[in-house]
């Protein structure tokens, strides 16, 4: 009997965790954070056809439904502006509600609480990890801060970016600057605010790419439950049942917002940008954008103080494969990468899915620990090491696009191109579903 030990309770830990239960394989979590409710934040997470797919397989069929019935309205568009909020590009998104591995949007906080349902007996909080040993009868013991242990067949790093045990097991694994800095901020979707918005921002993303190299974006979340956390009309009776009987909704607070980010080259931005607070971010994203669209700068204005944050964009460095031993690694713990794609989160649930399936053909006998442990590292060091250069080369501080002078040529091309597909319904159908397919779709098992 192989018993798995993770360290870390995020998507791509938790998401094994349910993976590895319902193969019979015994697993413990173990979770910094002292409660459920702790470090909780309600960005959007895009979970793409790639991240879907996991999460069928990995969770338990009602715990799937819950995750699908909890995700935000579907995107209809996604919309490319300049700064004037002068239209470039439509793409109308293909109408995916029924699909099993549709494009979702969920809140990262209403995520979190879904892969802690039903994880009482098997994740633990407040441990904070320090260190492990590997020992000569095959098997490894992780330590905790409050000096207690735990002892497995293997220990699997889900800890993210700064992890303690890639720490110690792959030093040389190094995490950098990527050299973007993005402000963020969560709007309440208020009539107020649907009344200053385009209506074309209202049906799902909008991106805007402006001089500078400057990009913004913007996300409608629109979830199925009213601000009093019960089902809104319309929502369909079986996702409106298991709403109104979800524990988790208890432990989130997330209602219908808009999400902001502004994101520039760190030169770009005032020293003292990391260290800002509230509504001192949302003044230096209107001084980054003094020509922008007044409409932008009041968005910015309505945001709720407390959501807003920055953030230094780091990405891994790749890393040749290491000897496989009793210790692995999945999601930004090995592979951290720039937002630029949409693609961390959702190479963390392939990363679960994948080391699942290894490890339960090791629970039936059909292969050894180890062998099946290479076997997941091979394949996951080379998909999610050119998921972090696709990343870095869409959201990296050495893009042309922050150059001053090819930076302004670039853009006007980029438009150029962008306004002459929007000329041709056929061409935007065809980019759009061109998007779908490198986020997953139609994508072969791992």
Known sequence: MVHVLIIGAGTGGMALAHGLRREGISVAVYERYRTRTDGLHGYRVGINSDGSRALRKLLPPELFDTFAATCAKPLTQGTMFTEKLSTVLELPFPDMSGQP?????????????????????????????????????GTVTAYFADGTSATGDLLVAADGTRS????????????????????????????????????KMLRGTSMIFAPRGLFAITHVME????????????????????????PGLQFDNTRDYILWGVS??????????????????????KNLTPTWNPILHRLFDMSDPGSCFTAAIATSKPVPQWETTTVTLLGDA??????????????????AALLCRKLSDVHHGKRALLDAVR???????????????????????????????IGRTLLAGMRTAMRTANLFPPVRRKMAAGMLRDRGADRPED
């Open 264 to 285: 520039a080259a760190t030169p770009q931005l005032p020293g003292d940008t990391l260290t800002k607070r509230g509504k001192d971010i949302v003044e230096t994203a």
């Open 101 to 137: 591995d549709s494009e979702r949007s969920v809140s990262r906080m209403t995520l979190r609480q879904v892969l802690l349902t039903g994880a009482e007996g098997f994740v633990h909080f407040d441990k904070e990890f320090t260190r492990y040993e590997q020992h000569d009868d």
């Open 223 to 246: 979830f199925p439950w009213d601000e009093r956390g019960v089902p809104k009309q319309g929502a369909g009776s079986t996702d409106a049942e298991l709403i109104s009987r979800w």
């Open 334 to 351: 090995i592979h951290t990468m720039t937002p630029g794609r949409g693609a961390g989160a959702n190479t963390a649930l392939r990363d």
């Open 375 to 405: 076997e997941y590292e091979t394949k996951m060091i080379d998909y999610g090491f050119k998921a972090v250069a696709d990343s870095l080369e869409n959201q990296g501080g050495d893009n042309p696009l922050y150059k001053p002078v």
């Open 164 to 199: 303690r045990v890639r720490q110690q097991y792959l030093p040389h694994a190094e995490i950098v600057d990527a050299g973007v800095i993005s402000l963020a901020g969560k709007v309440p979707l208020t009539e107020q605010v649907r009344a200053l918005l385009p209506a």
